[in-house]
């Protein structure tokens, strides 16, 4: 076990400044390491599209400096006294959140994403006052409750996407009841959280369509997905042959768009289960929903229990995401590519190989 830290570490990470989004090296302190806590190097960290909304503000809610990353896989190397499910040498996860209550309905259901005292992994606040910050950063220290660790068998770079996108995609279904076999499915959306959504369905056996915009990820979402089927929204015709054939869509669209195209395409008693974070009101009519008791629902990345889970599921099915490994220096550009979704499919960061600790940084925001 390693020993209790009585100093404040020093970590260098990315942070944007503004609203700009534009992330460049930022040196800052991370907390002592206390009973439960675990530190970890990191290694990978994968870029999902909120980095964007939050860098950006899009949400209205950022703060800065903030060091985006919140698909963090990294290896530990020193834990508290009171730590007992990892060690040093563990290679582990660290997701969305890193801290909740423990005392409400959600947390006591071990479903901690729901708690509305839930805190960030960035962008928020520690109960001591402290800014979180995030993965596109040397190190993280983190309560050993939101750190898990990764099964051997997946590569430390493949499972770090899984950590938000694959538990994403996850979550939902085994909540809703969608997890046998014979299932038609439908992916709305083809980015980084709809190709793990195709991978997950077809793994549990579905017949999976994808939907999309245009025709041009038809032969990625056939060929080299696996999709069942492909489905362009824009052509009335094949929508209308479509209808009432889906048992539910996971639609992973960030942006605004209508819903009435997609709920058509539901059967009876069909969910549509919003994944996107849009920051403006969607709309329907209500007889979409009325005449075929359909159902809108959203769900929330997924628990700590689920996210052990998926990262083991993946295992036994032999899933990897497929991604773009890039060094920190090239974070800006990839943010960019994903801004205009020129990724297939996530972008992640090899942190530990770009040597972030010697860049020149700047600390508060003043040169060091």
Request: glycine share 10%; aromatic share 6%; charged share 20%.
């Amino acid at each position: 076990m390693g020993s209790l830290a009585q100093q404040e570490k020093t970590v260098v990470g990315w942070a944007a400044r503004d609203a700009s989004g534009h992330l460049s090296p930022y040196t800052y302190t991370v907390r002592k390491t206390g009973p439960e806590d675990v530190v970890v190097k990191v290694m990978y960290c994968g870029i999902c599209h909120t980095d964007i909304h939050q860098a950006k503000n899009h949400l209205g809610a950022s703060k800065y400096p903030m060091v985006p990353g919140h698909e963090v896989v990294g290896e530990v190397v020193e834990v508290g006294p009171e730590v007992t499910k990892h060690r040093v040498g563990d290679v582990v996860g660290v997701g969305v959140i890193v801290g909740c209550c423990r005392e409400c309905r959600p947390c006591k259901a071990n479903v901690e994403q729901y708690c509305n005292k839930r805190i960030w992994s960035y962008n928020d606040v520690y109960t001591d006052g402290r800014p979180t910050q995030g993965g596109f950063a040397s190190t993280m220290v983190v309560d050993q409750k939101f750190v898990v660790k990764i099964p051997a068998g997946l590569a430390p770079e493949q499972a770090a996407p899984l950590l938000c996108a694959g538990v994403t995609v996850y979550s939902p279904l085994k909540h809703f009841g969608l997890t046998a076999p014979g299932l038609r499915g439908g992916i709305l959306g083809l980015g980084g959280v709809g190709h793990m959504g195709v991978k997950v369905a077809k793994a549990m056996g579905h017949h999976v369509t994808v939907i999309s915009s245009s025709n041009k990820k038809r032969a990625e979402a056939m060929d080299d997905l696996g999709a069942d089927a492909y489905l362009v929204s824009s052509d009335g015709d094949a929508m209308a042959a479509a209808a009432d054939s889906l048992d539910y869509i996971i639609d992973t669209v960030p942006v605004h768009h209508p819903m009435e195209p997609y709920l058509s395409l539901l059967k009876l008693d069909g969910k549509l289960v919003l994944l996107g974070v849009i920051g403006e009101p969607l709309s329907f009519v209500s007889p979409m929903v009325m005449l075929g008791r359909k159902s809108i629902t959203g769900s929330f990345i997924g628990s700590m229990d689920e996210t052990a889970e998926v990262l083991q599921f993946c295992v036994d099915k032999g899933l990897t995401s497929q991604i773009e490994v890039v060094k920190m220096g090239y974070v800006n550009q990839a943010l960019e590519r994903l801004e205009r979704n020129d990724v297939r499919y996530r972008f992640v960061v090899d942190v530990a190989g770009s040597n972030v600790e010697a860049a020149e940084v700047e600390t508060n925001g003043a040169a060091a």
